[in-house]
C-alpha cells in the first residue's frame, strides 16, 4: 500500500502532547452511537424494519399486511393509514418563492422514489421484522418518473408546477454584448456522504409523563427536538434528543427523516422501546445525497486581462423531498460567485427542481465546491485562450488584502483575507515557475502531465450559538453548549478555548453537548460553523461569569447565553496539485500537491490539521470516483460498496504539504474561520484544472466529474482528440 508523506507547518502539525480527549472512550469501545446505547435496562426493547419501495414513480392499488403480522415475534405492522397525517418536517426558506411540496410522510396513493418507506414492522428481533416485511404485498401501478435535471416530465406535486421549487438570481451591472473571453461546462453527479455510522434511532416513550427519549445520530439534536414534538403533536420540552457520538455526517444528517419521525409515532402506539439501524445500503438508497448539479459559465477579459463579467446558470437537482437545508447549496453556490475576484459585473441565476430520486440535502461544503469550480475552470480556460499564465491572471483579478472586509455590490460580505499572499505562498511551496518550465521540456512519455490550481473564499455560517457555563465551588467548571459534534473533537477544542479565557487547566472543563436535557437549544454543527460561532459564544460566556464572580457572585454561578455574531465568517485557500494520467489506462495520479489554508485563528491546530486531511481524502473521492447512479426507469445501481467507490489510503497522493496562513477573521470576537470543508472546496476545482491542462495538447475540451481513469481514457481516445491509442 502507498504510503502520504504529509508536511506540515508548526501551525497545523499536530503535537504528541496534545490528544483529543473524545480518544479514550471512542478507542475503548464505549463510543455513543446509538448502536452502542446500553438497552439492557429497556424492557420490551423492539426492533423496527421499512419496507421501501421498489418503483421510482409508482401508484399504490393496494396493500396486504397480514401475512406478515402473522409472522413469530412480530408485534405490529403499520402502513400508511396509521401515519395518516403527518407531513414532512419544515424546510428552512433561505431563498424567496420557495415551493414546498405538502408531503405525507409515508403516502397511501403512490411512491415518489426508489427506498421510500411504504410500510413500518415491528418485532422483537431484527431478523423477524426483516423476514415479515418480506411477505408484505403491495399492489403497485408503474407510472413514467422525472429523472435530476428532467424539464419535461410530470410534476411531481400540484404545488411545484414545472417541479421547479427553488430560484436565485443576482445581477450587478450588465453583461457585455461581445463574445466571452472563456465558456465552461460541468456535471456534478450525485454522491452520498456515507458516515462511519449510518443513520439510527432509538426511541422511548414514557406514558406516565408523557415524553419521548430519542437517541438519535444526528448534527442538529435541539432542531429535531422541535420536529418530534410537532410530529407527536407534543411541547418540545416533552422530547429529549440525545446524540453523544455521531459516526460522521458530513450534511447527512443535519435533518430529520421520515423513518425518524415514523418510529417515534409508533414508539408512542406501542408502548414500547424501538430501535431502527440503517443498513448502508439503506443509506445510500434513502439518505440524502450531495451535489447533483449542472454549471455553466461564461467569463470576460478586457485586452489587459482584467476580469470584465460573469454570466452563471446554475441547476441543481433536489429528489423528491426537500430536506430542512435543501436551499442551502444553491444559496450558497449563488451568493459566492465570483469568489474571491473583483468584477464590476455579474449575473448569476440558480434553479432547484424536483425528481424521482432520493432528497439532495446538503454535503460537506454545501454549494462552495460548486461556485468554486466553476469560477476556477472559467478563469484557467481564460487563461489558456488568452495565452495568460493561470496564476499571473489570478493574481493580477483578486481582492488584494487591503480591500478586506467589505460589503459587495451584490450585499454579500467578504471577510478579511489575503488572497495575493495565499497564491503567492502556494506557488512558492510548490516551486511553480520550475515546474511550468519541467512541464514544457519534457518530451511526451507514459504520461501527460497536467498543473492545476484553484483559489476559494468560502462563507463559515451565519448566526448564532448558546453557551452555558458553570463555576463550581470545587474550582472546576462546566460548560453546555448547542453546538454538537461529529467527530471534529469538540469537547477538545472548547475546553482548551475555554481554559485560556478563564486561566485555568483544560481538565478542570466538562463539556457537554448533543443532549437536549442537559445543553441549551442551540443550532449544532453546520457549516463550518462550531469553532468561529460557537467557539464566540463559549467566550462571551466566560467573560460574563468572570465579572459576575468578580461581583461576588456565590458557588454555584451559572451564566447562560445565545451570541450572535455580527458577521459571517469567510475562509480562504489555494491548492496547487502536478496530476499524471497514463496514455494507455488514463489512470489519474497526484505526484505533488500544495494546500495553504487560512482559517483565521487556530484554537486547536491538531485538529485544524485532522481537519485538512479528512476533508482533502473526500475532496479526492468526489473528483476522481465518486458517483450515484440510476437507470433509465430511477432504479438505483450504486446500492453498496461494491458499486460505489469510496477513497482509500493508497487513493491519497504520495506527497501532501500543509501550511496555514491565517488573518484574523473580523466577523467574531474569537477571530476564527470555518476549516472543515475546505478539502471539499479547493482539491475538485483542481484536480478538474490540472486534467484540463494535461489534456488540453490532445484537443480534449469537456471533462466531467468524477476524473476516473476511464472517463480520462474516453476523453484522450475520443473523436474530438488528436491523440490516437
Not at 402473522?70 to 418563492?97: I, K, Y
Not at 439501524?277 to 445510500?284: F, N, P
Request: glycine share 10%; net charge negative; with cysteine.
Amino acid at each position: 500500500m502507498a504510503s502520504t508523506e504529509i508536511h506540515a507547518d508548526p501551525h497545523t502539525e499536530p503535537q504528541p502532547d496534545l490528544l483529543r480527549r473524545e480518544d479514550a472512550r471512542l478507542l475503548r469501545g464505549q463510543g455513543g452511537f446509538v448502536a452502542n446505547q446500553p438497552t439492557a435496562q429497556m424492557a420490551g426493547l423492539a426492533h423496527a424494519v421499512f419496507l421501501r419501495s421498489p418503483h421510482a414513480h409508482a401508484r399504490i392499488l393496494g396493500m396486504e399486511l397480514d401475512a406478515a403480522r402473522a409472522e413469530p415475534g412480530v408485534l405490529a405492522v403499520l402502513g400508511p393509514a396509521d401515519f395518516a397525517g403527518l407531513q414532512q418536517p419544515r424546510v428552512n426558506g433561505l431563498l424567496p418563492g420557495m415551493k414546498l411540496p405538502q408531503a405525507a410522510l409515508m403516502p397511501a396513493d403512490r411512491v415518489l422514489a426508489v427506498g421510500a418507506p411504504v410500510a413500518l414492522v415491528l418485532a422483537e428481533t431484527r431478523q423477524q421484522a426483516q423476514a415479515a416485511a418480506e411477505l408484505i404485498w403491495v399492489d403497485y401501478q408503474d407510472l413514467p418518473s422525472v429523472a435530476d435535471f428532467d424539464r419535461s416530465g410530470a410534476d411531481l406535486y400540484a404545488e411545484v408546477p414545472g417541479n421547479l421549487a427553488l430560484r436565485s438570481e443576482t445581477r450587478v451591472g450588465s453583461l457585455p454584448a461581445g463574445e466571452a473571453s472563456a465558456s465552461a461546462q460541468i456535471e456534478l453527479p450525485r454522491v452520498a456522504a456515507a458516515p462511519l455510522e449510518p443513520r439510527a434511532a432509538l426511541m422511548r416513550w414514557d406514558a406516565s409523563t408523557q415524553t419521548l427519549q430519542a437517541w438519535l445520530s444526528t448534527q442538529t439534536p435541539s432542531r429535531a427536538r422541535e420536529d418530534l414534538a410537532h410530529a407527536l403533536g407534543i411541547a418540545p420540552e416533552q422530547v429529549q434528543v440525545v446524540a453523544t457520538d455521531v459516526g460522521g455526517a458530513f450534511g447527512g444528517k443535519a435533518s430529520v427523516f421520515a423513518e425518524d419521525l415514523l418510529l417515534a409515532v409508533a414508539a408512542r402506539r406501542l408502548q414500547r422501546p424501538l430501535r431502527w439501524l440503517a443498513t448502508r445500503g439503506e443509506d445510500l438508497l434513502a439518505g440524502t445525497h450531495g451535489r447533483a448539479s449542472r454549471l455553466l459559465g461564461r467569463l470576460w477579459l478586457d485586452d489587459a486581462g482584467r476580469m470584465q463579467a460573469l454570466d452563471a446558470q446554475l441547476e441543481f437537482a433536489l429528489g423528491h423531498w426537500l430536506p430542512f437545508s435543501a436551499a442551502a447549496p444553491l444559496r450558497n453556490a449563488c451568493r459566492i460567485l465570483p469568489g474571491p475576484y473583483r468584477l464590476p459585473n455579474w449575473q448569476v441565476q440558480g434553479e432547484g427542481r424536483l425528481s424521482h430520486a432520493a432528497a439532495v440535502g446538503i454535503y460537506r461544503g454545501a454549494g462552495r465546491p460548486e461556485a468554486c469550480i466553476l469560477m476556477e475552470r472559467l478563469v484557467d480556460e481564460a487563461a489558456r485562450q488568452q495565452g495568460i499564465d493561470p496564476l499571473a491572471l489570478r493574481l493580477a483579478n483578486v481582492w488584494p488584502a487591503d480591500a478586506l472586509p467589505r460589503r459587495l455590490a451584490s450585499e454579500v460580505w467578504l471577510d478579511r483575507c489575503d488572497l495575493p499572499a495565499l497564491l503567492k505562498r502556494a506557488a512558492t511551496l510548490f516551486d511553480y515557475t520550475q515546474r511550468r518550465a519541467r512541464q514544457r521540456q519534457t518530451p511526451d512519455g507514459d504520461f501527460l502531465t497536467g498543473i492545476g490550481m484553484a483559489l476559494y473564499v468560502e462563507p463559515c455560517g451565519q448566526g448564532g450559538e448558546s453557551a452555558r457555563l458553570t463555576a463550581l465551588a470545587d474550582g472546576r467548571y462546566q460548560l453546555a453548549t448547542g453546538a454538537t459534534a461529529q467527530g471534529q473533537g469538540r469537547e477538545t477544542s472548547y475546553a482548551k478555548l475555554l481554559a485560556g479565557a478563564l486561566g485555568c487547566a483544560p481538565a478542570q472543563i466538562e463539556v457537554l453537548h448533543g443532549d437536549t436535557a442537559r445543553c441549551p437549544a442551540g443550532i449544532g454543527a453546520l457549516a463550518s460553523r462550531s469553532t468561529a460561532i460557537g467557539g464566540s459564544a463559549v467566550l462571551k460566556a466566560a467573560e460574563q461569569l468572570q465579572q459576575r464572580l468578580a461581583e461576588g457572585a456565590a458557588l454555584p454561578c451559572t451564566v447562560e447565553l445565545f451570541h450572535h455574531t455580527a458577521e459571517e465568517a469567510w475562509a480562504s485557500g489555494c491548492v496547487m496539485l502536478e496530476l499524471q494520467i497514463a496514455r494507455a489506462t488514463g489512470q489519474p495520479r497526484i505526484t505533488e500537491l500544495v494546500w495553504v489554508d487560512d482559517a483565521g485563528v487556530l484554537v486547536s491546530p491538531e485538529l485544524v490539521h485532522g481537519q485538512l486531511v479528512g476533508g482533502l481524502a473526500q475532496g479526492l473521492g468526489q473528483a476522481l470516483m465518486e458517483r450515484i447512479v440510476y437507470d433509465a426507469n430511477g432504479q438505483l445501481l450504486t446500492g453498496s460498496l461494491m458499486d460505489y467507490a469510496l477513497p482509500r489510503a493508497e487513493d491519497m497522493p504520495p506527497r501532501i504539504t500543509l501550511e496555514s496562513l491565517p488573518t484574523r477573521s473580523a466577523a467574531n470576537e474569537l477571530g476564527a474561520k470555518g476549516v472543515g470543508e475546505a478539502g471539499c472546496i479547493g482539491l475538485p476545482a483542481a484536480l478538474l484544472n490540472a486534467a484540463h491542462d494535461a489534456l488540453a495538447p490532445l484537443g480534449v475540451s469537456q471533462l466531467d466529474f468524477p476524473l476516473s481513469a476511464a472517463a480520462l481514457w474516453r476523453a484522450m481516445n475520443s473523436s474530438s482528440s488528436s491523440y490516437s491509442s
